[in-house]
C-alpha cells in the first residue's frame, strides 16, 4: 500500500503516480545517518548541501529544488514558512526514528495544494505494526568525533497504539566552507529530537488519536562567502502537533484533523543574531464514500494560516547599520475532491480537483489525473498529468530588503508515463519518462523578480533490483534531466547524470553488507555573474552488519570509501573518508 499517492491508501501496483517507497528495513541496511542522504539513492532525487551535518541542505526532485517539494512528517507539513522560500531543511534530520518514507513525483497541488510542483515526501515515525510491545535501542560512535543514539518504544493492543522515540547525535564535523581552499575550523552540529504518537478507539466507530515531535539543534556553518571563520552558527528549535479523529459513518467515513508547526531559529554571524520565527496552523475535514467495489469518492476542505517574523540588517548606509524588521501572514482556505474508479480488473483512474482561495492571490485550481493499467500480473504501464501552483512565499513578499508586493503564483504542467516490469518479489526494473513546465518563474536578483517565460525539466529515470542469487541482489538506478530556464541557461546544481550500482545481501547466515557506487556529472554552479561547470564525482559507500544475536546486531559503515574530494555546493566541501561502528538491539 502506498498513502500519499491519492487522498485515501491506494495499492502500490493500482496508482498512476510515481510513488518511491523507503522502509526502516531499507534504512537499517545501510544505516546512513542522514534522510537526505538515503534519498539520493532514489531515481530523479539529488541533494546539495553547504558542508558538514546540520548545515543548509535542499533535496530536489526532478532538478525542481526544496521550494516546489511539500514534506510532511506524521501528518504535519513541516516546511518553514520563515524561510526565504518556504522549504525545508533536511541538513539534521537523521533516520533514528522513521518507519516509512514516500517519495511522490510531479506535480502534486491537485492533493497538496502549494509548494507541491516538484513532488512531495511523505515521513512516517515509528509505529508498532504487531500486537505487543517492541523496543530498540543504537549507539554509533565515528569520525569527526561523533556519537550518535536512539531509542524507540512502541506498543499495540486490539484498541490503541503508542509509539516514542528519542534520538540525540553530537559531531564535530569538519569545515563546511572545502577544506582544500584553506579552512582548518571544524562545524560542529548537536541536535537532540523527541517523537510520540497515539491513538485509540472509543468505540466501533470512533478513533482519536496524535502526533508531536520536538527538536532542538545547534549547528555551526560558514557563510556565503566562505571566510572560514569560527563565529556562525545556528540555533534551531521545531516543533509540530497533529491531533485527529476518524469517524466510521452508515455510508460515508469521516476524518476531522488540525495541526501546528513551529520553526523557531537564529542566525549568528559576525557577532550579529538575526531571528526566523515560522507559524502554521491547519484544519481539515476529509470524507470518504465507497460507491461500489470500482468507485469511491473523497472530498473535504481545510484550512491554513502561515505567519512569520524576522529582522534584517540594512547596510545600505554602511558603516551605519540598521536593523528592519519583517513580518507576514497568510491565509487559504482549500476545497478537494477525488474520484477513484476502476472499469475492470486491469485500470484503475484517479481524477483529483483543489481549489484554493489564498488571501494575497485569490483562487487557483489545481487538478491532476492518474492512470494505471497492468496488461498482465507481471507488467503496470503509468501515466499521469496534472497542474500545480507555488505561491510567493512570506519572505519573497514581505521582506523589507529584497520583497515584492507584486510577485504571482509561478505555475506549472507537468506529464509523465512509465512501465515497470516485476520478475519476482523482490526483483523488478522501472523506467519513466517526465516532462515539466514552470511558467513566471520568481529568482533573486537583488530582491525577488517575476520573469517571465518557461522553465523546463525533461528527462526519464531508469531503477532496478536483480536478485543474483538466493543472498545477493545487484540494484541500480539512473537518471538524466535537462533542466533550463527561460533563457535556455541550465539551471545550477542539478546533475544532468546521475547514477548509482550495489550490491547487497547475505555473506554468511550471520554477515551481511551492501556497496553502492554514485557517479555525478553535469552540474554547473554559480560564478556570479556566470555559470561554471563542476567536476565530476564518484562516491563509494559501505556497511557491513553481524547479527551477534537474534535481537542485537554490530554494524561498520565506511563513507567515501575511496577519499573522493568533491562539492555539491561550489565552495562547500563534503567529508574525507569517514568510518563508523554501531550496535543496534530490539527487545
Known amino acids: 500500500m502506498v498513502f500519499s499517492a491519492n487522498q485515501t491508501e491506494t495499492e502500490a501496483n493500482r496508482t498512476g503516480a510515481t510513488v518511491e517507497v523507503v522502509t526502516s528495513e531499507d534504512l537499517a541496511e545501510t544505516q546512513t545517518?542522514?534522510?537526505?542522504?538515503?534519498?539520493?539513492?532514489?531515481?530523479?532525487?539529488?541533494?546539495?548541501?553547504?558542508?558538514?551535518?546540520?548545515?543548509?541542505?535542499?533535496?530536489?526532485?526532478?532538478?525542481?529544488?526544496?521550494?516546489?517539494?511539500?514534506?510532511?512528517?506524521?501528518?504535519?507539513?513541516?516546511?518553514?514558512?520563515a524561510s526565504p522560500q518556504t522549504s525545508f531543511n533536511f541538513g539534521s534530520l537523521t533516520t533514528d526514528d522513521i518507519a516509512r518514507i514516500e517519495v511522490l513525483k510531479g506535480s502534486q497541488s491537485a492533493l497538496y495544494g502549494s509548494e507541491a510542483i516538484g513532488g512531495v515526501i511523505n515521513i512516517t515515525t515509528n509505529r508498532a505494526t504487531e500486537i505487543g510491545s517492541v523496543g530498540s535501542f543504537a549507539a554509533e560512535v565515528g569520525s569527526h568525533d561523533t556519537l550518535r543514539t536512539s531509542a524507540n518504544f512502541s506498543n499495540r493492543t486490539e484498541t490503541s497504539e503508542l509509539s516514542f522515540s528519542i534520538s540525540h547525535i553530537q559531531t564535530d564535523g569538519f569545515s563546511s566552507a572545502d577544506e582544500n581552499?584553506?579552512?582548518?575550523?571544524?562545524?560542529?552540529?548537536?541536535?537532540?529530537?523527541?517523537?510520540?504518537?497515539?491513538?485509540?478507539?472509543?468505540?466501533?466507530?470512533?478513533?482519536?488519536?496524535f502526533s508531536?515531535?520536538?527538536?532542538?539543534?545547534?549547528?555551526?556553518f560558514d557563510e556565503f562567502i566562505r571566510d572560514g571563520t569560527p563565529d556562525e552558527e545556528t540555533l534551531a528549535t521545531?516543533?509540530?502537533?497533529?491531533a485527529f479523529a476518524e469517524i466510521a459513518g452508515a455510508d460515508v467515513d469521516h476524518t476531522v484533523s488540525a495541526s501546528i508547526f513551529e520553526n523557531d531559529r537564529e542566525s549568528i554571524s559576525n557577532g550579529d543574531a538575526d531571528p526566523f520565527k515560522g507559524n502554521r496552523s491547519e484544519i481539515t475535514y476529509q470524507g470518504d464514500y465507497i460507491a461500489s467495489d470500482r468507485m469511491r469518492y473523497s472530498f473535504g476542505a481545510d484550512y491554513t494560516k502561515e505567519e512569520f517574523r524576522s529582522t534584517e540588517d540594512d547596510f545600505s548606509a554602511f558603516p551605519v547599520v540598521t536593523t528592519l524588521k519583517a513580518s507576514g501572514e497568510t491565509?487559504?482556505?482549500?476545497?478537494?475532491?477525488?474520484?477513484?474508479?476502476s472499469p475492470n480488473d486491469q485500470?484503475?483512474?484517479?481524477?483529483?480537483?483543489?481549489?484554493?482561495?489564498?488571501?494575497?492571490?485569490?483562487?487557483?485550481?489545481?487538478?491532476?489525473?492518474?492512470?494505471?493499467?497492468?496488461?498482465?500480473?507481471?507488467?503496470?504501464?503509468?501515466?499521469?498529468?496534472?497542474?500545480?501552483?507555488?505561491?510567493?512565499?512570506?519572505?519573497?513578499?514581505?521582506?523589507?530588503?529584497?520583497?515584492n508586493k507584486d510577485l504571482d503564483p509561478e505555475e506549472s504542467m507537468t506529464f509523465e508515463l512509465g512501465a515497470e516490469r516485476q520478475f519476482s518479489e523482490t526483483g523488478f526494473v522501472k523506467a519513466t519518462l517526465f516532462y515539466m513546465e514552470i511558467e513566471d518563474l520568481i529568482q533573486f536578483d537583488n530582491g525577488y523578480k517575476?520573469?517571465?517565460?518557461?522553465?523546463?525539466?525533461?528527462?526519464?529515470?531508469?531503477?532496478?533490483?536483480?536478485?543474483?542469487?538466493?543472498?545477493?541482489?545487484?540494484?541500480?538506478?539512473?537518471?538524466?534531466?535537462?533542466?533550463?530556464?527561460?533563457?535556455?541557461?541550465?539551471?545550477?546544481?542539478?546533475?544532468?547524470?546521475?547514477?548509482?550500482?550495489?550490491?547487497?545481501?547475505?555473506i554468511t547466515d550471520r554477515l551481511s553488507g551492501i556497496i553502492s557506487a554514485q557517479y555525478i556529472d553535469g552540474v554547473v554552479d554559480s560564478d556570479f555573474p556566470d555559470t561554471i561547470d563542476m567536476p565530476s564525482y564518484t562516491v563509494v559507500n559501505s556497511t557491513l552488519s553481524y547479527d551477534l544475536t537474534d535481537a542485537t546486531q554490530a554494524y561498520l559503515r565506511v563513507e567515501n570509501m575511496f577519499d573522493e574530494e568533491y562539492q555539491t555546493i561550489r565552495g562547500y566541501g563534503q567529508s574525507d573518508r569517514a568510518f563508523y561502528v554501531g550496535l543496534r538491539t530490539s527487545f
Do not use: M
Open 33 to 81: 545517518t542522514r534522510v537526505a542522504d538515503y534519498l539520493t539513492r532514489l531515481p530523479g532525487i539529488s541533494v546539495t548541501t553547504n558542508g558538514s551535518i546540520g548545515n543548509s541542505t535542499q533535496l530536489r526532485v526532478r532538478g525542481l529544488d526544496g521550494k516546489y517539494v511539500a514534506v510532511r512528517i506524521d501528518g504535519i507539513d513541516v516546511t518553514d514558512p
Open 181 to 209: 581552499d584553506g579552512n582548518d575550523e571544524a562545524d560542529g552540529h548537536t541536535s537532540t529530537r523527541l517523537s510520540i504518537s497515539a491513538a485509540f478507539d472509543t468505540s466501533e466507530t470512533v478513533r482519536l488519536g
Open 212 to 220: 508531536a515531535f520536538y527538536q532542538d539543534s545547534e549547528s555551526d
Open 238 to 242: 521545531t516543533f509540530g502537533l497533529r
Open 331 to 341: 491565509e487559504v482556505f482549500g476545497l478537494f475532491g477525488e474520484t477513484l474508479y
Open 347 to 403: 485500470i484503475d483512474l484517479a481524477l483529483s480537483l483543489r481549489v484554493d482561495d489564498h488571501s494575497e492571490f485569490g483562487t487557483f485550481a489545481s487538478a491532476r489525473a492518474a492512470l494505471a493499467y497492468r496488461p498482465s500480473n507481471d507488467w503496470i504501464i503509468r501515466t499521469s498529468i496534472g497542474n500545480g501552483f507555488r505561491a510567493p512565499s512570506l519572505y519573497e513578499l514581505n521582506s523589507n530588503l529584497y520583497g
Open 450 to 506: 517575476q520573469v517571465p517565460g518557461t522553465t523546463t525539466s525533461q528527462g526519464f529515470e531508469l531503477s532496478t533490483n536483480i536478485p543474483v542469487s538466493d543472498r545477493v541482489s545487484l540494484f541500480g538506478a539512473y537518471t538524466y534531466v535537462d533542466i533550463q530556464d527561460s533563457d535556455d541557461d541550465r539551471v545550477i546544481r542539478v546533475p544532468e547524470h546521475d547514477l548509482i550500482l550495489g550490491l547487497s545481501g547475505a
